[in-house]
Each structure stands twice: as structure tokens, then as C-alpha cells.
């Protein structure tokens, strides 16, 4: 083996697995290890972004998640009321049988905004989180 290289084994639901392979297929990477390392270098990148991020924003929290896990609406929604100092609104979306979306309008420090969005996370069911934030004032 290469030195300073570590392998991984790693368990994931089928469907995932075949998403990801259809997705790295038609952007022509030669290899699915290739591929883990891209995605695993742009969720360093995402997380170390999020980081250095500081003050006052406003932002959007998009969450995806499978409302058929138990607990997790309740969850979200629990969150919401804890963070409701931070949180303007939200909406959200039936998207199909099984998943909803989740719109919270945040506006706040960044810092507890970053809080809020790694509670979410880690909730079982939560499929995808997105934060996009804007500075709170531009000026001209
Ligand atoms: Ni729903």
C-alpha cells in the first residue's frame, strides 16, 4: 500500500451508493476512490468555511429529511422553539411521499446560527443541510 494512505471500509444504503456512482459516472472519474477523496475534501472545505464565518448574517437553513423516521419532525421543530431567538421563519415542503424540506430564515450571529445548523445535522433522518448566509448590511 502507498505510503500515507489509509483505507476505509465504509457501510451505506444501495441507493446512496448507486446516486453517488451514477453522479462521479457522467463527470468522468476514473475511480470511485478518486471520487470519496473529492467529496470528502469539499465537505472539509464546506465545514472550514462555515468556521471562519463571524458576526451578524442572515442566511437560509435548507434541511432535507425523511419524515417516515421517527422523531425526526419533532426534532426539528423542537429545535426551532430553542433557537427561536435566531430564527425569522419558516416554511415548509411536502416534496414527495417520503421527504420534506425545511426553509429557516435565520438572522443572528453566525455563531449560533453554526450552533442550530450542527444540531440539525446530526438528527437520524436528516438527509441534507444547507446553510447560505449574506452579510446582514452591504454597503455601497
Ligand atoms: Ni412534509
Redesign the pocket.
Known sequence: MEEGISRIGVSLPKSLLDDFDNIIKRRGYSSRSEAIRDAIRAYIAEYRWLESEKGEIVGAVVVIYD?KIHGV?DAIINLQHEFSGIITSSM????NRDQ?LELILVKGEMEDIKRLVDRISVIRGVLNIRLISAMKELKD
Not at 415548509?92 to 416534496?95: A, E, F, G, I, R
Open positions: 419524515h419532525s415548509h415542503v411536502h416534496l420534506c
